[in-house]
């Protein structure tokens, strides 16, 4: 190999020199290798926040710089009745993050989904009026943004608000209020915390028609002055789709607007789907049929290798693009964490993420990312 590369004109000391940064950077932690790019964030859950689950924090604390909370913050855990908030567990994850200088995110204030239904009635059980539902949205954005203010960094302001055709979604938030419940929610956000992030977050924003949707919501937000920082690309993936081109659109359209994407609960299924058509609508539910649960012992060599290349194909396209991506946050810290193991089908075996069930780190999934640099 030496001798090789001496033929081609590089010197041995060179090789070698080249041989220990790759070294190097192969030990170095995730947060510090892609440190000069974007955030490495991960998606946190409750024990993991308040310490329950020690080995995963010490992963967390040492591997990555930015956490979001998987469930914690949602409506239905913080704001469960009309006048109780709850916040000792987003409290929790909040400490954590400050404790360990991370970028924390708050997830999420606007949401169709784990938000309970009083939120959208009066207290005979009837539809709120527009102007009353803008009152219960104003009171939940102002409490909660202004207890983390100067703590929590971006908020998902609104989540999941488009269909896959680029039509908005028929939520109450939608049906109730019209397409400005969206305007609204960022502007109280903001008024709470002028210099917090706001984000627009989605699912399969790599579809053309579902991204016209996102980019004309950006332009009015924008020609409006309303502060929006970023849009997140959730991406749910699997090991064949979407292609990296579609990826790679995403990021360039947004570019093209003055908008960072970020990349907010990445993972990859590497199991057969049912249905070909990848949806992270959380009320999508199969029933189980072993068929489509492959790997309950162990996950063969070769489809590792592929979730190896796979996710190293989509880092080339974050890599390339850091100047205007700045975060990418994994769903999930451990195979045993992740929510693809009932989603869309209860009771499967996924494999999805950088670390195993043991806490193990997948080092050949790892290093082929660290690779990308
Ligand atoms: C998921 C959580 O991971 C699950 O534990 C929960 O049961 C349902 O929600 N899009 C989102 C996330 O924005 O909040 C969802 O998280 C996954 C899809």
Known sequence: MVLALCAFGISVTAYSQERAAMQKVKAAPLKDVFGDKFYMGVAINRNQANGTDKKAQAILSSQFNSISPENDMKWEKIHPAKNTYDFKHADAYVDFGIKNKMFVIGHTLIWHSQTPDWVFEDSNGKPLSREALLTVMKDHITTVVTRYKGKISGWDVV????????????????????????????????????????????????????????????????????????????????????????????????????????????????????????????????????????????????????????????????VKHSDTVSRITFWGLTDGDSWLNDFPMPGRTNYPLLYDRKYNEKTEVINFIKSTL
């Open 159 to 318: 989540n999941e608000a488009f269909n896959e055709d680029g039509t908005f979604r028929q939520s109450k938030w939608f049906t109730i209020i019209g397409e400005d419940f969206i305007e609204k929610a960022f502007e109280y956000a903001h008024a709470a915390d002028p210099k917090a992030e706001l984000y627009y977050n989605d699912y399969n924003v790599y579809k053309t028609a579902k991204r016209a949707g996102i980019l004309k919501l950006v332009q009015k937000l924008k020609a409006a002055n309303i502060a929006i920082t970023a849009v997140g690309e959730q991406g749910h993936y699997n090991l064949s789709n979407p292609p990296v081109s579609e990826v790679e659109s995403v990021i360039t359209d947004f570019a093209a607007l003055n908008i960072i994407t970020n990349f907010t609960e990445l993972d990859i299924s590497v199991l057969p789907d049912k249905d070909a058509n990848l949806t992270a609508d959380v009320s999508t539910k199969e029933t189980y049929n072993a068929k489509y649960n492959p790997y309950t012992k162990s996950l063969p060599d070769a489809v590792l290798k592929s979730l190896a290349k796979r996710y190293a194909d989509l880092f080339k396209v974050f």
